[in-house]
């Protein structure tokens, strides 16, 4: 129960074993256009583009940045957490002129001060974290979009943490590009990061294509050299969007060796959470979100951060004064078979991070985590009712089972 990798769904896994096909059969390639439309589903859009880069989601944020950021180009990154650094860090790798907003970890911003950075520094693109699993936060995103396209700027966002377990509305909430993880509320393994990309940001990274612009060098020939005026080519090969849209179409062009089983196990994974439907699976969450909250403030524990931008997702608990985090954290490990995560800069030490997040996200779950911290925390000497948690969790329960 951390928050990612979590548990993969069985059936994802036993599609995995599924036997090779090269990535030209036409069962594949069948495949392929399927995982493109349910990609399309959960990520709330239209865009044409929609598929896997293959890599751990930050390869699909590399590919993003990479693709869209030419060297020198303005990037305003708001950042309340640690993986709002992983984009600063990435951004900067791009050569972007960067500027950052900082907010106080436990907090996300009001949108009116990111919208109002926009309309200042005038980026050529905006790249935020959608959710923040260093500190169990969500940032709102209404308005964004629309002033990032008022002062004509990409809007990036990273949801590896949100997609599939809470709305990600990229079209509603006009976003260019949004990545997303597959070890998190997809229950799929680490290996592979959906992105999808609307016109405004294709038409951005085809005019850095070389390509077409018959700058391609073949062996023994020189390569034309690019006018000054030319948008910098993109700098990475396995990463760059313009050639992996261009194997992701029809066209078919040849690009890598596809990951072949990971795609059958994305493919199983996306099947399961359309078929569970995205409405009943946000329920679901905020369900047992609500359920394991209710128990651990049941148990006189405290919850870390602002409560009315909490990520449902993931739960943060303050440890206790006078518990040592890390031991408790073991016991739970040795003697429950239970994993929660510790945390990461400013509040390592602090808090016990807990994640709810597709198949790990269920009721038996919660309840013998409750049932297990409350014997590990008492075993350690630390004062708490016996038997509240898990009565509250339970009553969580039975009133929505009444509902
Ligand atoms: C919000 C967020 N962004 C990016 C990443 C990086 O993902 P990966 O470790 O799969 O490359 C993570 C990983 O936990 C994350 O939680």
């Known amino acids: 129960m951390t928050p990612g990798p979590v548990e993969a769904d069985p059936r994802v896994l036993r599609a995995l074993s599924m036997p090779i096909l090269g990535q030209f059969d036409p069962e594949f390639t069948a495949l392929m256009n399927r995982i493109m439309s349910m990609l399309r589903e959960l ?12 890599g751990t989601s930050r390869s699909g944020i590399e590919a993003v940045l990479g693709s869209l950021i030419e060297p020198g180009d303005k990037v305003l990154i708001p950042i309340y957490g640690r993986f709002g650094y992983l984009l600063y860090e990435i951004a900067e790798r791009c050569g972007a002129k960067i500027t950052v907003m900082e907010q106080e970890w436990g907090t996300v911003f009001e949108p009116a ?12 693109l905006v790249a935020m974290v959608h959710g923040e699993t260093s500190t169990g936060r969500m940032q709102p995103m209404e308005g964004i979009g629309a002033a990032c396209r008022e002062a004509d700027a990409l809007l990036v966002i990273d949801a590896v943490a949100t997609l599939g377990g809470v709305p990600v509305r990229t ?8 990545i997303g993880g597959t070890q998190k509320c997809l229950s ?10 609307n016109d405004r940001a294709e038409r951005k990274l085809n005019a850095r294509k070389r390509v077409e612009r018959g700058l391609w060098a073949e062996p023994g020939q020189s390569a034309a050299s690019p006018a000054a005026s030319l ?17 992701w179409s029809p066209a078919r062009l040849n690009h890598h060796t596809e990951m072949t089983s ?3 196990g994305l493919h199983e994974g996306l ?3 359309l078929n569970e439907g995205l409405e009943s699976r946000f329920a679901r969450h905020r369900l047992h979100e609500a359920a394991l909250t209710a128990g651990l403030r049941g148990m006189g524990l405290s919850l870390y951060g602002d409560p009315s931008c909490k990520l449902p997702v993931v739960t943060c608990v303050s440890i206790p004064d006078g518990v040592d985090g890390e031991k408790a954290r073991s016991q739970l490990l040795d003697d429950f078979g239970i994993e929660i995560a510790s945390s990461f800069g400013p509040l390592k030490g602090t808090i016990w991070r807990i994640g709810t997040m597709g198949y790990s996200c269920r009721k038996t779950n919660v309840l013998h985590l409750l049932g297990a911290l409350e014997a590990v925390l008492l075993r350690s000497g ?5 038997g509240e948690a898990v009565q509250a969790a339970l009553q969580v329960y039975d009133a929505a089972a009444a509902d």
């Open 43 to 54: 990520f709330q859009t239209s865009n044409q583009w929609a598929y896997p880069v293959d």
């Open 113 to 124: 001060e990111i919208i109002a950075a926009i309309r200042q520094h005038r980026p050529a």
């Open 171 to 178: 079209d509603e909430w006009q976003v260019d590009a949004v």
């Open 188 to 197: 799929v393994p680490s290996g592979m990061a959906p992105v999808t990309y």
């Open 231 to 247: 948008p910098a080519r993109i700098q990475s090969n396995y990463l760059d969007l313009s050639q992996l849209q261009d194997y």
């Open 262 to 264: 990971m795609l059958y």
């Open 271 to 273: 099947r399961l959470a």
């Open 382 to 386: 630390h004062p708490l009712p016996a």
